[in-house]
């Protein structure tokens, strides 16, 4: 049986493959994939193959019947994806099939289903990638630095305030500063109008 795949903390989560095709008695599998690339970029991801050091692993990518199989629909940019198989660098008798884009894939979401060949054994595995929109909007909507002059201006408020200076009064429309030694003239005038007007 394919070994299941655990979802990973990248800009693409892997959901768990789907093994369509029974195994032989030559059997191997298909692993997790990791996905390397971003979302609207260049799509790069690995599959480890185990293959218990046997030679003559083929893979290709699933045919339209293929994607009606899984219930799926098949995305055309998928006929510009890659499929290169190396030695594991670090997993002794397993293989590594790199999967990589010509271009950009800028869709949220895609299956894309592997085959595999050994000898007599085939194995078909239908991976389901989607972006994660969760840390994608998170880093949207971080808040801008903000600029030269708004920095400025917190700086000149915090030095205020170390020297006990309140912040300056922020100006009202429509209302006139009047000097202090006028004011007692304008209030006794008032009053003087109010007594005239009883």
């Known amino acids: 049986m394919a070994l299941p795949l655990r979802a990973r903390p ?32 260049q799509f790069s991801a690995r599959i ?12 290709e990518l699933g045919n339209v019947a293929d994607y009606i199989k899984v219930g799926a ?31 950009p894939v800028a869709t949220p979401s895609f ?3 592997v085959k ?15 972006v994660d929109f969760q840390r994608k909007m998170a880093v949207e909507s971080a808040p801008a630095p903000e600029s030269d002059e708004e920095l400025l201006k917190i700086a000149e408020e915090m030095r205020r305030l170390r020297q006990g ?11 006139t500063e009047i000097p202090e030694e006028k004011a007692d003239d ?9 007594r005239q007007a009883d």
Do not use: C
């Open 73 to 103: 629909k098949r995305p055309s940019f998928i006929d510009d994806l890659s499929l290169i198989v190396v030695n594991h660098p670090t997993l002794p008798g397993a293989k590594l099939i790199r999967v990589e884009s010509s271009g």
């Open 10 to 41: 990248a800009l693409w989560l892997a959901a768990v493959a789907l093994l369509l095709s029974p195994l032989t008695a030559s059997a191997f599998s298909l692993g997790e994939i990791e996905v390397v690339g971003s979302y609207q970029s």
């Open 186 to 194: 304008l209030i006794a005038q008032m009053r003087e109008e109010e």
């Open 165 to 175: 200076v309140g912040p300056e009064p922020t100006p009202q429309p429509g209302v």
């Open 48 to 59: 480890p193959a185990f293959v218990d050091g046997k030679e003559g692993l083929e893979v």
């Open 111 to 113: 299956n894309l289903v």
């Open 116 to 130: 595999a060949t050994l000898g007599a054994g085939k194995v078909m595995e239908n991976y389901f990638l989607a």
